[in-house]
């Protein structure tokens, strides 16, 4: 299992173009409104930027791409929404996984998976297997997760798997049991849609990563927003508890 460095223990390498990125594909429903469509037609073309989002990533030599489709608390919206979504997720899967599989994406899926039927769960399971060795990029769709929920997930698998340890518990110890353990921590996190938060979204993660909100509704969001995102990350200057003049001393000042 890749071991990744933790921002909160180690000053991670500084990059230019950011290792991994996180977003929240917020907009669908307000797009389709401003067109006078079914909230169901934002969502599918939100499926249509998905593809050129992946597709951007790979030219751009990301390496991870995790995308936010189905929080925890998306479950309170109404029914049939949620019944449609769950449809465009299954015909998701059943059209792309061969796609993705031909360009070397490797598909995750993190989140409490068992709270959906057991046709959708088959088809993560046989995706996931299915593009298991492919190592250009990862995709994670993050669906009916939420970061308070991946917390305390692993803080039970952990206490399950070594009690006798309780009380001497470390970051380090935790970290093998959350959802993303097979990832770096983003570099670059983006919400589309106009609102400025993380609504719940790689709360342990997310300690030291960049910021980008924009109007732009996901629909909307094309290569071009995209590397405005890249571009506004280039200008951050990511100190991690360091003084800026740190950054500029000689290594071994």
Same mark, same amino acid.
């Given at each position: 299992m890749a071991i990744f460095s933790s921002s909160t223990r180690q000053v991670p390498e500084a990059v230019a173009v950011p290792c991994h990125v996180a977003v929240i594909m917020d907009g669908n429903g307000r797009w389709a409104k401003k067109r006078l469509l079914p909230r169901v037609a934002g969502h599918v073309k939100g499926v249509e930027l998905v593809r050129e989002m992946v597709r951007t990533c790979l030219e751009r030599g990301i390496g991870f791409l995790t995308l936010f489709a189905f929080s925890s608390e998306n479950w309170r919206r109404p029914q049939e929404e949620v019944t449609l979504l769950m449809q465009l997720f299954v015909k998701a899967l059943e059209q792309e996984v061969e796609k993705l599989g031909r360009n070397g994406v490797r598909l995750r899926v993190v989140g409490d998976l068992p709270r959906f039927g057991p046709q959708l769960q088959e088809l %993560?399971?046989?995706?996931?297997?299915?593009?298991?060795?492919?190592?250009?990029?990862?995709?994670? %769709?993050?669906?009916?997760?939420?970061?308070?929920?991946?917390?305390?997930?692993?803080?039970?698998?952990?206490a399950q798997a070594t009690p006798e340890r309780l009380?001497?518990?470390?970051?380090?110890?935790?970290?093998?049991?959350?959802?993303?353990?097979?990832?770096?921590?983003?570099?670059?996190? %983006?919400?589309?849609?106009?609102?400025?938060? %993380?609504?719940?979204?790689?709360?342990w993660q997310l300690a030291y990563t960049e910021l980008y909100f924009t109007p732009t509704l996901w629909p909307d969001f094309t290569t071009a927003e995209f590397d405005k995102a890249i571009a506004s990350f280039q200008k951050r200057e990511r100190r991690f508890g360091r003084t800026s003049e740190q950054l500029t001393e000689p290594p071994n000042a």
């Open positions: %993560i399971h046989r995706a996931e297997e299915k593009t298991a060795g492919n190592s250009r990029l990862t995709l994670t %769709i993050a669906a009916n997760y939420g970061g308070r929920w991946d917390i305390m997930q692993a803080a039970n698998r952990l009380g001497a518990w470390t970051e380090a110890d935790l970290e093998p049991f959350l959802s993303m353990h097979f990832a770096p921590e983003p570099d670059l996190f %983006i919400r589309t849609g106009g609102e400025e938060r %993380i609504s719940n979204f790689l709360l």
